[in-house]
């Protein structure tokens, strides 16, 4: 297998963002909605952006709007408080970009999260294409984001891989026919198990490293 485009989840795969991201909306369904959840309650509702999340399971729709501003500035204010660069991600990056590969984000996460998170983590210039769940119809596990990447790119499907930590992750680079990683290399990811069968399984950033050394 040759890569030459490579594809990423961001959430839980390229930054440990998803406790900043529960956090965050916990705080915002216990003042809104007086309700309590505890961490698999708030990632049991992804699939939509952080709007929709709160659009689709708030009763109060009056205080939608209101919610989910306080819930983007709990987001910007606390990340360096739950997220640290990982210099293991960023070296992968640049060992993909040195090997003149094409590396795109399709990320259920909102333009607006995801802009905050690019600049803290140092990833800005990094991505050929970073497609947001506020971009797309249908969110993953429909392939949308991920074929219109490989549109972008021109890419040839048997060259090109999709590196998730969630099984729909896996689900939608099988739909759009291109290879399929799961990973479990950060310290939170969104499922703990597999069914989708992607070809590879990767722990620790180094295995997928590794395995480029070999992709020249």
């Excluded at 309700?35 to 709007?51: A, L």
């Excluded at 950060?186 to 992709?215: D, H």
């Amino acid at each position: 297998m040759q890569l030459r485009n490579v594809l990423f989840d961001f959430d839980g795969t390229l930054a440990n963002t998803l406790p900043l991201t529960v956090h965050a909306m916990q705080i915002v369904f216990k003042k809104y909605e007086g309700r309590t959840f505890d961490h698999d309650g708030i990632v049991s509702m992804f699939g939509p952006t952080e709007e929709g999340m709160i659009a689709d399971n708030f009763s109060n729709k009056e205080s939608i709007t209101e919610a989910t501003e306080l819930y983007f500035e709990l987001y910007e204010k606390e990340h360096f408080n739950f997220v640290e660069k990982n210099e293991e991600i960023i070296d992968l990056l640049h060992l993909l970009k040195d090997q003149g590969m094409k590396i795109g984000v399709i990320t259920g996460k909102a333009r607006r999260s995801y802009l905050i998170s690019e600049e803290k983590l140092g990833f800005k210039g990094l991505f050929d294409s970073v497609i947001t769940g506020d971009e797309v119809a249908r969110p993953k596990p429909d392939p949308e984001g991920i074929k219109r990447t490989l549109e972008k790119f021109e890419a040839d499907l048997d060259a090109s891989i999709y590196v998730g930590d969630a099984n729909g992750d896996t689900l939608a680079g099988k739909a759009a026919g291109i290879h399929t990683a799961a990973v479990q290399w950060l310290p939170v990811s969104q499922s703990s198990a597999f069914p989708a069968n992607p070809e590879f399984y990767w722990k620790k950033v180094s295995q997928f490293a590794e395995l480029l050394k070999n992709n020249q």
